[in-house]
């Protein structure tokens, strides 16, 4: 059974960090590429990053570019997400998620529909 557990979220201030955490188990994602999401209350799921298999590339939603950094560690199956000054709209549930269709392929998509495995999800809260 395929399970993606995320950790990390919390309450933080604005202007504070925080850095996310997605391990993966019962299969390895080494080939495939990972990502973050998140969705906050009354809106709609939004990509934030992703990162190929050879962590060559990446791709952050433009609105977010700067502040986030999405990392992966192969060897240990778990795709991070930093997060620098955070801002109170950053408030959401953050999903990770997992391709597992494309093995080996360098390709990189923002929509949710590209992804095969999805976390159940971490909350971020940022008071102002």
């Known amino acids: 059974q395929v399970q993606l557990v995320e950790s990390g979220g919390g309450l933080v201030q604005a202007g504070g960090s925080l850095r996310l955490s997605c391990a993966a188990s019962?299969?390895?994602?080494?080939?495939?590429?990972m990502g973050w999401f998140r969705q906050a209350p009354g809106k709609e799921r939004e990509f934030v990053a992703a990162?190929?298999?050879?962590?060559?590339?990446?791709l952050y939603a433009n609105s977010l570019k700067g502040r986030f950094t999405i990392s992966r560690d192969n060897s240990k199956n778990t795709v991070y997400l930093q997060i620098n000054s955070l801002k109170p709209e950053d408030a959401a549930v953050y999903y990770c998620?997992?391709?597992?269709?494309?093995?080996?392929?360098?390709?990189?998509?923002?929509?949710?529909?590209?992804?095969?495995?999805w976390g159940q999800g971490t909350q971020v809260t940022v008071s102002s």
């Open positions: 990162i190929s298999y050879n962590v060559r590339r990446t």
């Open positions: 019962g299969r390895t994602f080494s080939s495939n590429a």
């Open positions: 998620a997992a391709d597992g269709s494309r093995s080996g392929s360098d390709f990189l998509g923002s929509g949710a529909y590209e992804y095969d495995y």
